[in-house]
């Protein structure tokens, strides 16, 4: 049995979704099944769990060999990764394939890479196998300032024109289901990039090309940003979290392009452009 937790995420219903269409055993942990229609309507079996309440963890994990585990990027993501890793280890898991990031650093001066360096660093020291997942930043983060493109046409970020070899979600679900359903993949760590190293405003090019209007990129303040994230009600711990994840971006340190995506799954990764072409609708 194949466990996806973050099933509601970007990326857990991406997996669930291939797994669904290639009739592979699977659980979904979810903390509301009533906030899970689209899980539901895959037809997978859903399992009611809180990693914020280790109790409830020994039943979502009953008979499973294989667990994909991710949380959002929150101050107790580390607390809370760690507890299901011993929740896992003691209900006889025997490969965790885990949603880490780009450059997970135990020294890295962006929290996020600390605490899933600190994860990988836990999940290494038990039996069970592992393979880590790194993806660079998401693409699909750009249906975030959806509403800023909808209506004035322009998103903002402090990356100045910094270059981000972005991913596509759909190729990530792609390596995790490889990981999750094939042998091979036990003890490989798999930087994930997408094949071009891509400026912010190049972003906007391939938007308005794909949208047929023009879209602009505007480069603001890392102040600036923290005070849009905070008003909106993203919690003050991960404003400072994305603020420090978008200056390593401007140092240029998430630029290089890996070959994680074709080592794990043969194919080449989704280009940007075929990102704006697929979710074209969402931002019109
Ligand atoms: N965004 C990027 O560009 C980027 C790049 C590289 C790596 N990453 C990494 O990707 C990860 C986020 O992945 P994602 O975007 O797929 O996630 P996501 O869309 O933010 O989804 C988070 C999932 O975790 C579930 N969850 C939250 N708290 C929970 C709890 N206490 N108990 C059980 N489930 C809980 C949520 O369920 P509910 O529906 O119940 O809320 C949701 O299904 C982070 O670790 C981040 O560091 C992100």
Redo the contacts with the bound molecule.
């Keep these: 049995m194949i466990l996806v ?8 219903l991406e997996i669930l979704k291939r797994l669904a269409s290639q009739n592979v055993q699977a659980r979904a ?4 099944r009533d ?1 899970a229609r689209a899980i539901a309507d895959l037809g997978i079996e859903m399992v009611e ?4 309440l280790p109790e409830t963890l020994p039943s979502v994990l009953a008979g499973v060999d294989r667990a994909f585990l ?4 929150t101050e107790y ?1 580390e607390a ?1 990764q760690l507890a299901f890793v011993e929740a896992a280890k003691q209900t006889g898991v025997k490969h965790i394939v885990k ?1 880490s ?2 450059a997970a650093n135990a020294d890295s001066p962006v929290r ?1 890479l600390r605490y ?1 360096a600190a994860v990988e660093s836990a999940i290494q020291s038990t039996q069970m196998a592992y393979t880590f997942l790194r ?4 693409m699909q ?1 750009l249906l975030n300032f959806r509403s800023l493109i909808v209506e004035q046409n322009t998103f903002y970020a402090a990356i100045g024109d910094a270059r981000v070899s972005v991913v596509d979600v759909r190729d990530i679900a792609d390596v995790a289901v490889a990981a999750l359903t094939e042998a091979g993949h036990e003890g490989k760590i798999y930087d994930l990039t997408g094949s071009q190293a891509l400026t912010h405003t190049e972003m906007a090019e391939y938007l308005s090309a794909a949208l047929k209007r023009q879209i602009a990129f505007v480069d603001i303040p890392p102040k600036q940003m923290r005070e849009a994230m905070v008003g909106f009600g993203m919690p003050v711990w991960q404003a400072d979290g994305l603020i420090e994840d978008y200056a390593h971006y401007r140092r240029n340190e998430a630029a290089a392009i890996a070959s994680g995506i074709e080592d794990a799954t043969g194919k080449a990764p989704r280009q940007f452009k075929d990102f704006a072409h697929d979710y074209a609708t969402a931002f019109s």
């Design positions: 937790t973050g099933a509601t995420g970007n990326n857990g942990m979810v903390r509301n906030r769990a809180d990693f914020d991710v949380t959002n990027s993501a809370q949603l990031q780009f996020f899933h993806p660079n930043l998401f983060g």
